[in-house]
């Protein structure tokens, strides 16, 4: 048997951490629950946010503006509008080539 279920099934709060015979610290299992609480929150916190931003990524996935080197500023200004980004990346006029990008 482990030291939390001996702990919570016995109703002890309080553990005695021995090292050599000698105890060393005391064990409080409210505070360990306590920090094994605030771990988890902190990891479904961060989970949470890493899924948001996947969930941008994907939305935004395969709405990108682009325009050629001979389209005019509000060309650009309307696609990066109608696709709701905030850049247009500026491609040759063959399409095979990046030229730079209008943000």
């Not at 902190?42 to 935004?60: L, T």
């Not at 395969?62 to 709701?84: C, F, H, I, N």
Request: aromatic share 4%; hydrophobic share 45%; with cysteine.
């Amino acid at each position: 048997m482990t030291w939390p279920y001996l702990s919570i099934t016995c109703k002890f709060r309080h553990l005695p951490v021995v090292e050599n015979g000698e105890v060393i610290a005391i064990l409080d299992i409210t505070r360990c629950l306590y920090d094994a609480i605030v771990r988890m929150e902190k990891a479904a916190e961060q989970s949470s946010v890493i899924a948001a931003a996947v969930e941008g990524v994907e939305r935004h996935r395969g709405s990108t503006a682009s325009v050629s080197p001979a389209d005019p500023v509000y060309v650009a200004a309307k696609k990066m509008q109608e696709l709701r980004v905030n850049s247009a990346v500026i491609v040759s006029l063959s399409g095979t080539k990046i030229q730079g990008i209008l943000t």
